[in-house]
Structures are given as C-alpha cells and as structure tokens.
C-alpha cells in the first residue's frame, strides 16, 4: 500500500511516452500532490508493472516515461463470476471484490427473479480498475453486459464448469477439495433467489457443482465473495 | 427471505406479550404495512425463532403475542473477529458479514497503525442485528468497544487462538485443514499494515497460526470476509 498505481489502457512501448488524461492528471498532481519527476507504477492489464516517470501532469493532462518493468504480469486463473445485480452500493462492492479476489471476468446476468433491467457499465469497469490499483494487480477483469441468464446458458461451453451456489441448499458446506481445475464459472443467484425454472436447467446441466455456504442464508454479494474465496483457495491461485 | 423477521431484545414467555418500541412498531405498520393479526418472527438471540402475531402496531408502539416456536435456537461456533475500523461504510460492512458469516463477537481494535479514536459502537451492533434479521439467524454477535489491541493480548486467553492475516505474508494461501477446532479468533490488520511491534508481538505468541490470502493484497473488509469463510468452511459449522 502507499506506492501510486496507476492502469493506464496503453500499449507499453520503452522511449514512448505514455498519455494521461485530465482525470488522471488531476489525480496526480491535484490529489496525489505529484510533480514531474515523481515516480509511480503503471500496469495496463497486459505487460506487468512498470515503473513511470511523471512528465508533466496538470488539469488538462499529462505524460509519463516508461522507466522499467518492476513486476512480471500475472493473470488470474480462468475464473468468471456471473451475478445478478442488487443495489447500487451492493454492486459496486460485488465488482470491486471480485477484482481483489482475482476473478478474470465479471458478468451480469438477468435472472427470473432479478429486477435490474440495466447496469452502469462503465462505473463497474471503473470500480475493477480501482480495484486492481489498490490490491497490487496487473490484470483487469472485464466487466461484461448485463445478459440475460437463459442466454449464456444456451451457448455455454460445457468446458467451463460451473459452481452454483443455491441459497435453497442450506446445511453443511461442500468441500471443493476434488473438483477438477480448468475453466469455472461462480454463480450467484439474485436476492429474490432461483425460479424453478432455472433451477432445473442448472440441476440438468454437465458440469455444474451445487454448493451449500452454510447454515446462514447469505445476503447474494456475501454469497459472491465467500463462493469466490472457496474456489480460489481450493482451486485456483491462493 | 420474504418473512419478516425482528430481533426483540426480551425474555420470550408464552402467553406474556411482547412490547414494541415507536421504531419497529412503525416498521410493521408503516414501511412492511402490517397490521392487527398478521403473523411474523421474532429471535432474541437465545430461545429460537418464534412465530408471533401483531395485537397492535402504531407510531407509538405496538405488542406481539407469542404463538410456538418455530426454529430452535442456533449459535455460531466460538468464533471471534478482531478487525481495526476502517471509514464508515467499511466498518459497517465488515460487521454486516460478519454476522452473517457466523462470528460469534466482533472486536474492533486499535493497532499501530489504526486511524480511528473511536467507533459507533450502537450503529455497528444495529448493523449486527439488521444481519441477523435478513440471513435467518437467531444469534446476534455482540460488538464490544473499540480496545487497543495491545491490551487485549496481554490479557489473551492462550485457550483461544488466533488466524492471523498477515498482508505481509504474499504468496500461496495456508490451507486451514489440520488446525485444531476449539475456540479461535480471526485477526484482520488496518490498512495501513502491522506495525514491527505487532509483528514481533503476535509470531511471539503461542496459537498464532499466520496465514496469507493469497498473491493479491487483500483490502481489510475483503481480507475479513475471505479469512472468516475459510475458517468456516475448514473448522466452523458449514
């Protein structure tokens, strides 16, 4: 913590200047009180951790040089989480978590029972970006658009498994210990729960492992980042 | 989810009613619109879930009668969370899950590096019922007072150990399989880290078992919810 992270959406070339925008600019000098010669880290989701040298940063904009790599990029495991947006506040938390968590891809989805009919796309990106320059990241989930469930289903690669964490399965927690590595998908379910339904289509799909998170029913973004951290402590990077 | 449930903090005798203050009497009546007659579960932390039914509900009060009980009452393993207060809307989330997740106390305290003077203590422990209410629990994990860590381990009760966040500690996650079950506590550090003090102090003491959460640093309110559901899931009740 402390060290300035900055993801700027760039390709990294050494000798070539790196742009910042107004925003990040005025983070810079205005926020972070950074004047050239300051130095920060950088990463773009792609090339790992660089450090970067302020040029010039004011409210209109600013440049960075490139100095030198100072860690390797790591992606997470191939881990998606689809959910079903709640609130605002719940979301955004959702998005921010699963960031931290290591997640390589957030998608929204519509279920029978969700009430979002949209999302604020761009402020869940902005949220996971925030995220990986908090945790010490290099990579950026992608945060998807709000899809119908049904949808994804229908095309779903039956190589990526699913664990499917049903609130109607109260009781004695699963132990993930002997699941098979490889793709995944976490799925959690909308506040209102599953509807019958989709719970036959998930109950009849290969591939999909139904867990219990205890005896407790877990509000739907408990449910994201404990099912997360369960998968990732059993197969996944921790 | 769905059935209303209120936490009432008296003795439950059958046949004796139980009294409402102006706050959840105008809850009943006012936002869930429930009146005279209708039926709805009570806890208080110690004898189970109890159907009652509203004799009266106002802006100045109300009474319920008991009617028979409808869960026995559940208690979370002995599980304590020690965390150190972030700003407001991360405290309260931090409380929230761990409620739900099961902690049995949840200790906020003063470390080395910790901002916070004081804590909200009553708005925290409304934030413990208000969980306890929506996940169908009939415990309610007491929020003591804001206490300097330091003094709280010299009076520490080797009897009860200690899972030991350490963000320091950045790499492959500890499996919690072959811990002892027993009383435990989950030590979560702010986010300006341990200081070498606390460091020194806690790889010092017996029953300390350090654990890291994997290769991206964790922010606290995040650390708190992983480091309680693997506890949970390894040595708890899931």
Redesign the interface.
Known sequence: ?GKIRLYIDQPFVPGQALLLGPEQAHYLSGVMRQGPGAEIAVFNGRDGEWTARIERADRRGGALSLIARSAPQ?DPPDLWLLFAPLKK?RTD?IV??AA???AARILPVQTDHTNAERIAQGRLQAHAVEAAE????TFVPQVAELTPLARLLEGWDSARRILWADEALVG??Q?LAGLPSGPWAVLIGP???WSEAERARLAGMAGVARI????????AD?AA??AL??W??AL???
């Open positions: 913590m790591r506040a938390f921010e978590k931290e968590l290591g908090q945790c010490g990241g004695p927690a132990t506040e209102g729960g219990s998170l205890g005896p407790r029913i877990l509000r408990t980042v404990a951290t369960l990732q402590a996944g990077d921790w």
